[in-house]
């Protein structure tokens, strides 16, 4: 089964801050990544499929990046409404969601 | 418009069935799968395992032996039957819909889950 390791596991930041999220995968994931957005008390949104695209009525501040192992999700501006838990999931072989990274504000 | 409601027991004694339904509108169960995801109290989500549209299922290996995932398209319902239930099997249930592009798949639809507490 394929493992998903999310970092760091809490990320506090300023408003305005550029903010890096990683995931990585125990084997190749051939770009087969996504990114999820959970806010408390609220089912997983999607923002990004395939490792980089963005999901229809996701702002532009949000990308993702990487290749075989190793992913990111970069927010550009942080702002207030970002703070929220970020999960990656990945779907080479069947579903493994990362543990996440709970985002909040300094 | 595409909807999904888990509904069940709010409380499992240890080493009991857990049973839950999923109900969905705004699609045939026929030509999408469900899928099962399931999220301890402030932890991570966890793929349970799915129904395709051709009835196939798929499980997550750590789950496999005691999982059961199946569904009635005349009632448009899926149901997820858990036995052996033990405290760390208490979380949030949801059931989701998966959304295909020609290069990705994502859970695009859920329900708003349904909290299941394992405790004697």
């Known amino acids: 089964d394929i493992q998903m390791t999310q970092s760091p596991s809490l990320l506090s930041a300023s408003v305005g801050d550029r903010v890096t999220l990683s995931c990585k995968a125990s084997q190749n994931i051939y770009k087969y990544l996504n990114w999820y957005q959970q806010k408390l008390g609220e089912a997983p949104k999607l923002l990004i499929y395939y490792t980089n695209s963005l999901q229809t009525g996701i702002p532009s501040r949000f990308s993702g990046s990487g290749s075989g192992t190793d992913y990111t999700l970069t927010i550009s501006s942080l702002q207030p409404e970002d703070v929220a838990t970020y999960f990656c999931?990945?779907?080479?072989?069947?579903?493994?969601f990362g543990a996440g990274t709970k985002l909040e504000l300094k | 418009q595409v909807q999904l409601k888990e509904s069940g027991p709010g409380l499992v004694q240890p080493s009991q069935t857990l049973s839950l339904t999923c109900t969905v509108s705004?699609?045939?169960?026929?030509?999408?799968?469900v899928h099962w995801v399931r999220q301890p109290p402030g932890k991570g989500l966890e793929w349970m395992g799915g129904i395709w549209g051709d009835g196939s299922t798929a499980y997550n290996s750590a789950l496999k032996s005691r999982l059961s995932i199946s569904r009635d398209t005349s009632k448009s319902q899926v149901f997820l039957k858990m036995n052996s239930l033990q405290t760390e099997d208490t979380a949030i249930y949801f059931c989701t819909r998966l959304m295909y592009t020609t290069d990705s798949n994502w859970f695009a639809y859920w329900g708003q889950g349904t909290l299941v507490t394992v405790s004697s």
């Open positions: 999931q990945q779907y080479n072989s069947w579903y493994t």
């Open positions: 705004g699609f045939s169960l026929t030509s999408y799968d």
